[in-house]
């Protein structure tokens, strides 16, 4: 396997202009004595609305790579792939993130069931993990209520790593499994009886994502139990020490955190729980650098103003339509969404101080930056108008892009 460095930050760039400014974000979170290494991530989602290709992403990265001189690992991720999807991601990737919540909930063979559950006997009873201060109590019953919902979803990633293996050979890559997208967050018992499941399969997963209490929302703040996070990460942290203990899997499995960016709220209590435990984290960010080329354009004024009040006129109209595929990961009413007559109207200023993330500005508005996080798909269609504007704004938009990267997250989360 390819061994992941301990901390590693994931940065999407949809319409891949903005890898110099992303790699200068981890070159100076370096030069600050931040150890944080780059993962380049799209799914194959994203790839089919802009009409790129996986290849494109790794031109991208390996030209910022050698153009800045970074001489550090980085990786290519494909990112929330399946057997259907991830083909034309074998050349150029070399990290896979494993995406089988679709079969969550279906049952394996009840025979593979019963032999799960016979190789936990051991830990049926009273469950201790160091570091957790009651033990829980495992019955048979929990046990085969999380083998018929995640059993036949870890088989499926089994089947996914060893394709990739006999394609690129198994130390070509790393492996993430995610399971953040279910319906209901894991405890830490169900957990660990995942990252047993996983060890059976034979996958050698360097990051789980779970699924998290509370709303991890695209480009914007947690909204949740803050209490009941900072007491699941804890005791998630355990739970993996202890597996790779008891399973032998690879001793660089870390969390991994799904629609991390934004999450300002969050950082303090990831910052300190790493540094506690001492232990690793990848941190998967995408979203929040296409809005801060939209702030970017807005901030230059003009032309570039002028494309992103164009941008949110075409988009309103289609705003269902745009919301539907984020459902799960967005809260917007779209009836308080401002009209585009309105927008039409603003500076360049207040553009900027209502879609730029900062909490205490009384202008942000929640809603109308959630739908500008779905609304790519716009500029998308606008082609070369909107990658030209890029150009042009070239200075300005990267400054936006590294410094939002740097200072309000890698900064808070790593440093």
Not at 384 to 400: F, P, S
């Amino acid at each position: 396997m390819l061994k992941i460095q301990k901390f590693t930050f994931g940065m999407g760039d949809r319409f891949a202009h903005e890898g110099h400014a992303q790699l200068s974000a981890i070159i100076e979170a370096n030069q600050h004595g931040i150890p944080v290494f780059p993962v380049w991530n799209k799914s194959n989602r994203e790839h089919s609305i802009v009409g790129s290709k996986p290849d494109d992403l790794r031109a991208e990265a390996d030209e910022a790579v050698s153009a800045l001189g970074w001489k550090g690992d980085y990786y290519v991720d494909a990112d929330h792939i399946g057997l259907n999807t991830v083909e034309w991601f074998l050349a150029g990737s070399n990290f896979y993130t494993l995406d089988v919540a679709d079969f969550t909930g279906k049952p394996a063979p009840d025979a593979d069931i019963e032999a799960f559950i016979q190789s936990m006997s051991r830990y049926i009873g009273s469950l201790a993990i160091p570091g957790i201060l009651e033990p829980f109590d495992l019955a048979e019953a929990t046990v085969r209520g999380a083998a018929t919902k995640f059993l036949f979803a870890m088989q499926e990633a089994g089947r996914i790593y060893r394709h990739v293996a006999g394609q690129k050979g198994p130390d070509a890559f790393v492996t993430e499994v995610s399971v953040d997208e279910t319906d209901s967050p894991q405890t830490p018992v169900e957990l660990f009886l995942i990252l047993a499941m996983l060890a059976r399969e034979g996958v050698p997963a360097q990051t789980i994502a779970p699924k998290f209490t509370g709303r991890f929302n695209k480009g914007v703040d947690y909204v949740g139990d803050i209490a009941q996070f900072e007491k699941e990460y804890d005791e998630d942290l355990c739970v993996i020490a202890f597996a790779i203990r008891e399973f032998g899997l690879p001793e660089t499995l870390k969390l991994s955190v799904h629609s991390g960016s934004d999450k300002f709220s969050l950082y303090p209590i990831i910052n300190r729980l790493i540094k506690k435990h001492g232990v690793g984290l990848h941190v998967k960010t995408a979203g929040t650098t296409w809005l801060e080329e939209v702030i970017g354009l807005a901030e230059a004024g003009g032309d570039g103003l002028q494309l992103a009040k164009d941008i949110y006129a075409a988009a309103h109209p289609c705003a269902a339509d745009l919301i539907a595929p984020y459902a799960p990961v967005v809260d917007i009413d779209i009836a308080k969404l401002p009209a585009p007559e309105t927008v039409a109207h603003w500076s360049g200023e207040h553009f900027v101080a209502v879609l730029r993330h900062d909490q205490t500005n009384p202008a942000y508005d929640v809603q109308f930056r959630q739908f500008f996080h779905v609304a790519f798909k716009i500029a998308a269609k606008l082609g070369t108008r909107y990658t030209d504007a890029l150009k042009t704004h070239r200075a300005i938009v990267a400054r936006n892009v590294t410094h939002n990267l740097l200072e309000r997250h890698i900064k808070p989360i790593f440093g």
